[in-house]
């Protein structure tokens, strides 16, 4: 299924209709979540279904993925990249999502490293948007190329508290990724900058592989320092 256009089209839903899915529904998408190509392939993660969750912002689903992982390196990113695949196949059916960074599972299946949960389902109206309905920051803030293809995808890519952490430099023949560093009082409220530099990867991969070129990102590493973020790694240029 093409997940190009979902990127142009897709909002957060948080309006549902209380019509759960079959379990034969539900085990036909975790196969599909399941199929999804993770950012880091040696990072693996685990998806549980919930149907109750508590915390700030809660929004009523008949539906919530957990995702969760062992603590390790590299899977909040890797939530991040193959939960917004699921967001962008869910639009791409019709359905629509919201993530949600800060609920937790309400259920007896909670754990200390589940990352992030997402709700979904089927919504009340349209899961889409026109892209001038889209609130983001400025193009030029987040890069140097403000036309290039693929991160004119980045640009819609949701985050958490609309933060957009991220700075996409192109040099040469690379991209180069940083990851903003936050400051007091965002920095002790939100700690999942992560999960968001996953998603926006994410629409950089599908926009990649919808103009035909490799999407390789080698994370890590040394850049060119600055002021305000890390260098998080690099990534092809989309000829």
């Known amino acids: 299924m093409n997940l190009f256009n979902s990127i142009y089209q897709r909002k957060s839903c948080r309006q549902y209709i209380d019509e759960p899915f079959s379990l034969a529904e539900l085990e036909e998408i975790k196969e599909v979540i399941k199929s999804f190509e993770p950012l880091f392939p040696d990072v693996h993660l685990n998806y549980r279904f919930a149907t109750e969750t508590k915390g700030m912002f809660h929004v009523k ?3 919530y993925l957990v995702i969760s992982g062992k603590g390790e390196e590299g899977e909040q990113e890797n939530a991040g990249f193959i939960g917004q695949q699921f967001m962008l196949w869910l639009n791409a059916r019709g359905l629509g999502g919201v993530w949600l960074g800060a609920s937790r599972d309400a259920s007896k299946n909670r754990k200390s490293s589940d990352i992030i949960v997402i709700a979904f389902g089927k919504v009340e109206g349209s899961s889409n948007r026109e892209e001038s309905e889209f609130k983001r920051k400025d193009i030029s803030e987040i890069t140097n190329d403000t036309e290039d293809k693929g991160i004119k ?5 949701p985050s ?14 690379k991209l ?3 990851r903003q560093i936050l400051k007091p009082p965002k920095s002790l409220v939100y ?3 992560r ?11 599908v926009a990649s592989r919808h103009y035909g070129a490799d999407f390789d990102f080698q994370p890590g590493g040394s850049g ?5 973020y890390e260098y998080f790694g690099h990534a092809n240029i989309i000829d």
Do not use: S
């Not at 933060?163 to 023949?173: C, G, L, N, V």
């Open 191 to 193: 700690k999942l900058t």
């Open 153 to 157: 995808a980045i640009h819609l890519a």
């Open 224 to 228: 060119p320092e600055k002021k305000g």
């Open 160 to 173: 958490g508290m609309n933060i957009q952490p991220w700075y996409f430099e192109k040099r040469a023949d």
């Open 176 to 178: 180069l990724v940083y």
């Open 61 to 63: 689903a008949p539906h």
């Open 195 to 205: 999960v968001d530099m996953g998603i926006a990867l994410c629409h950089y991969a």
